[in-house]
């Protein structure tokens, strides 16, 4: 039986494809169908909301899917929930950057609202209830927490008095007129798993490796590879330019005089480090694209 794979529907969903791609897994997906085809047999694929992965994969609908901790966070807060859902993997992207996104508590610019304990007895609209709740909860301050079926950014002043909602730059809130007054909490996306399924050896195994092709696909991002041959006279120079993830690999050539070194580095770094090394000597430098890097 294949492996039942969610990917997160909605805002994450390009992002999660075209991480899927550095990670060497193609996902076709069809806006006719929920179920996106993927070239590995060995995984079936569906798309859900992240609202929602948390509860199918605890559930055992599903083996494993990606959806951000703020979604975990607000299935486990829910009912009745079980210990089904175990986390695997970390992977810091969003659907504009690899980057963390925050769930921040924000009021118009005009409100004489400052911190959150200025909002007792007053109304905050959300989409993610529980975890806006739980937050007031800790403050010990009164607030009625209502949820927010999108749009949220518009409602205040009208339909509520602050909202809290999920920002990577913070531009949409700023176009809405609204200062952010504290972050509830800080989310990126989340591989997670059925306990079940990762009883089973061979969904476990596969499920690791998805996880450690993701996270180094991730780990390229923004590096590339960068070799080239200089005189073992000039070696200490380029070695001196060289920023590496770990060390320069240098290794011999033929003639006896001259060594290759090879290394990854920032890509924005590769404009000025160039002219620097093929001034300290290098020759036959050559910058090559990573897509993967396991570390």
């Known amino acids: 039986m294949p492996l039942r794979l969610g990917i997160p529907k909605g805002s994450l969903q390009d992002s999660t494809v075209q991480l899927f791609a550095r990670a060497g897994f193609t996902i076709y997906v069809s806006s006719r169908s ?18 929602e992965m948390a509860r199918y994969v605890c ?18 807060l829910g009912p009745g929930t079980n210990h089904a859902l175990v986390p695997i993997a970390d992977l810091i992207y969003a659907k504009q950057s690899f980057g963390k996104v925050r769930w921040v508590l924000a009021a118009p610019e005009d409100s004489p609202f400052r911190t959150a ?28 927490v209502e949820f927010s079926w999108g749009a949220t950014e518009v409602k205040p002043p009208v339909l509520a008095d602050a909202i809290v909602e999920a920002t990577e730059t913070g531009s949409t809130l700023r176009a809405n007129r609204l200062r952010i007054m ?13 306990a079940q399924a990762l009883a089973d050896p061979w969904k476990r195994t596969k499920i690791e490796n998805i996880a450690l092709l993701l996270k180094a696909a991730i780990e390229a991002q923004g590096r590339v590879g960068l070799m080239l041959n200089v005189e073992r006279a000039n070696l200490p120079a380029i070695l001196a330019l060289l920023p590496a993830l770990q060390r320069p690999t240098v290794s011999s050539l033929s003639d006896e005089l001259w060594v290759a070194v090879n290394t990854i580095i920032e890509e924005k770094t590769v404009r000025d480090l160039i002219p620097r090394l093929k001034a300290a000597g290098a020759q036959g430098i050559v910058e090559y694209p990573l897509n993967k890097i396991v570390v």
């Open 59 to 76: 559930d055992g609908v599903l083996d494993a899917g990606l959806t951000g901790q703020d979604w975990i966070a607000e299935h486990q």
């Open 117 to 144: 304990k200025d909002l007792a007895g007053k109304t905050i609209a959300t989409e993610l209830v529980r975890v806006t709740k739980a937050y007031f909860d800790r403050l010990e301050v009164p607030v009625d």
């Open 34 to 51: 929920y179920f996106p085809s993927v070239d590995d047999p060995e995984i079936e694929c569906m798309l859900i909301r992240a609202q």
């Open 182 to 194: 504290d972050t509830v909490m800080e989310s990126n996306t989340q591989l997670i798993a059925n």
